[in-house]
């Protein structure tokens, strides 16, 4: 292994493949497409519920606290004051809040001194979710301003691992956090499995690849494209998280997960590079080598039949984004990430095995 | 190493791939400064030789030495000392002239300013922040000669240097390649083209499957295996093909000189083409 060498074909990949359309396009797409995705789908959290409350009160209240403490984490309640009860029934049947609270005189009051006052719900016509969570929150909360504790105490415990129920993980993790993360390891496995070969084959194609093996070794050309490889993917990656602000909760989890990853396709893909004998065979068949490698990604956690959830637990791609969703919330979305490690690792032996087997042949 | 020493040597080489016998126990050597052909039809064994002379193949068996090192135990030492011109025009399209032959000093760890003698030697100046791209066929093949040069390479492998080249370029490429080897530069070329190998060889070997039928000078191989002919020109205009060696033929000319009918007599030398056509029973 010659450094000299190495570094010499590793700078010029790295521009070439900047010069190189097609190369260009394959990692700009995955990127555009997190950005996409990024700023089309609400920053909020859509796993919590945002309400819009109408609301008056003719004196202080402590309602809008105490239901804020109801409803804690759950949601989101946004109060805009109204003038008097009239405008909050117009703001409501105006589809202006989802909501409307009309408190009275002494309401705080009354409630602590054991009497019933009247407290108003405005609901539009047809109440939607958010409208129905604060209706439901309204009597515990009346409890609370009232003095009164609850019966008994809960405590909820968790037993063992917390195993996502595959139906509330785009509620937890967020459509857009989750299709970001999709959209980063779209980006290495582009960069890997469509752009890498891409520039392995027309090395191999326009027979330059017989002019570096003059002076450097094979495995000097192939180390140096795993670095253009390694590079880019890691590049992409970077910048998607930093344009997106898609920061993990557990950043070191985070990186293994897409290192993995990266190492692992990056030899399928120089794989790849010496099975196809030019460019465009790998354009034609990309989109074959792309689907098992990038499709499951998108359906992690996702509810799929019970020979998909199990084929998703042995595929690298989909293993790598059940541990970046854990790193990414900084809780055991999904359990056995060790497994998921040895999975993307046993792939990983696979292409390098392959690869070496195909560098012997080229040799002979 | 040994001043004297060949600069190729090549002992009983077989190349396989597979069941296909590419060489068969060729054997020949190659002295320093020499001015080497190696010729043959397609699929004669040439570019397999080269591949593994210049380490890209590794021989079945036999030997194979360069500048003294066995092309099996020690290429990482031969591939400073040689170089090749590829028979593709193998150059980095999305660069400029000068950013391949940049890449290539690098690569054999040359100083920058090697750049720019060769692009002067081979009258690339003007284009070399060109993309290759935009190049013509004489230009690249040009450049690829700079890039083969950026080593200053002991031998030089040239794989049928002036194929698709305009007689022009052609042209200036065998004096380029004369005058490589005038400097001292060992020259190793494969070539379909008899007349070049005939003005630029000091010694040419004729290869047929793979394994070597001829093998000395030019002229050696043009006196031992080419028909002696005449052309003979008559008073009465009509022209006579003779072959000199034909008992027959020569008399008919002595009939003719006798009877004072010839006008002109043009002998025509035999040509490494009607070396090889006698050799391998087939032409080029």
Redesign the interface.
Known sequence: MHRRLITTIFFKDLLDAIRDARVLVAFVVPLALGLFYNVSFDNQDPGRPSVQIAYFSASPSGLPDALREVTGEGATLTFVEAADPAAVERQVSAEEQEIGLVVLAGFDAALLAGQRPTLTVIEPGEPNFDARLLTQAVGPALRTLSGQVSPAVVEVESAGVAIADSTDILGQVGFQRYSVLASMLFVIAMVTVLALPVILAEETEKRTYEALVLIAAPADVIIAKALVGFVYSLVGAGLLTVLTGLYPADPVLYVAALLALTITLTGFGLFFGGVFRNANQINTWSGILLIPIIGPVFFVGLPAPNWADALLLVLPASQAMRIALNALQGTALFGGVAAGFMVIIAWGVVAYALLSWQMRRRSR | MDGDAPAIEVRDLVKTYGSVRAVRGISFTVGQGEVFGLLGHNGAGKTTTIRVL?????PTAGQAIVQGFDVTADMDRI??L???V?E?Q??????SGRENLR??A????VPAARVDTLLEQVDLVAVARRKVKTYSTGMRQRLLIA?ALV?QPRVLFLDEPTRGLDPASARDLREMIASLGAAGTTVFLTTHDMDEADQLCHRVAFLSQGEIVALDAPRELKLRFGERRATVLLRDRHEHDIRLDDPADAARVSAWMRDDQVLTVHSREGSLEDVFVALAGRGL
């Open positions: 210049t380490g890209r193949a590794k591939k400073p040689i170089n090749l590829f593709e193998n150059l980095y399209e999305r660069f890449i290539f690098r690569l054999y760890g890039r080593n």
